[in-house]
T-cell receptor
């Protein structure tokens, strides 16, 4: 299973765009990249998943370069409620056991 | 739309006691998982079940056993609880897109 590396923490202010980058140098050909969000005392919540190029949904965008060795989660115009831990995971499409790292703790200030 | 339901939500055990954490999903998912999360840490995989009748060890299986009773239910058992097993336990299942997590069981072993 591909190991991921992401910043331990990030700070932002309301209304700003936040980009969290994840490195996964040994990603396999059939691996997907998935991001989860976790609030205190709750289980992680699926945000977005992609394989290559760009994926966008109502919550975030995911940018994946051609070599797929990294990915960037982009949160547009964050609010205080986006304060959470964000996990980047790499694995097979939904059926593989996913290994969580320590994630990136995002703190949004007013 | 219950998703993944875990019981109990809180539990205090004495060292050496046993208990079973229950998990059920109503989304007809094949794969189910048990994770633990220690304070300030990421999630670590304990056991998983790719389908009914099969189980496999994850990163930290020692001290735990699991049972995939049917497609809906996946239980986690602590035979002889130890203080090192104090943690928050999350059950999850996977479907078409991403994991769905339960709300967690906060376990304290004294």
């Amino acid at each position: 299973l591909a190991k991921t590396t992401q910043p331990i923490s990030m700070d932002s202010y309301e209304g700003q765009e936040v980009n969290i980058t994840c490195s996964h140098n040994n990603i396999a050909t059939n691996d997907y990249i998935t991001w989860y969000q976790q609030f205190p005392s709750q289980g992680p919540r699926f945000i977005i998943q992609g394989y290559k190029t760009k994926v966008t949904n109502e919550v975030a965008s995911l940018f994946i370069p051609a070599d797929r060795k990294s990915s960037t989660l982009s949160l547009p115009r964050v609010s205080l409620s986006d304060t959470a831990v964000y996990y980047c995971l790499v694995g097979g499409y939904n059926t593989d056991k996913l290994i969580f790292g320590t994630g990136t703790r995002l703190q949004v200030f007013p | 739309n219950a998703g993944v339901t875990q019981t109990p939500k809180f539990q205090v055990l004495k060292t050496g006691q046993s208990m079973t954490l229950q998990c059920a999903q109503d989304m007809n998912h094949n794969s189910m998982y048990w994770y633990r999360q220690d304070p300030g840490m990421g999630l670590r995989l304990i056991y998983y079940s790719a389908s009914e009748g099969t189980t496999d060890k994850g990163e930290v299986p020692n001290g735990y056993n699991v049972s995939r009773l049917n497609k809906r239910e996946f239980s986690l058992r602590l035979e002889s609880a130890a203080p090192s097993q104090t943690s928050v336990y999350f059950c999850a299942s996977t479907g078409r897109v991403g994991y769905t997590f339960g709300s967690g069981t906060r376990l304290t072993v004294v």
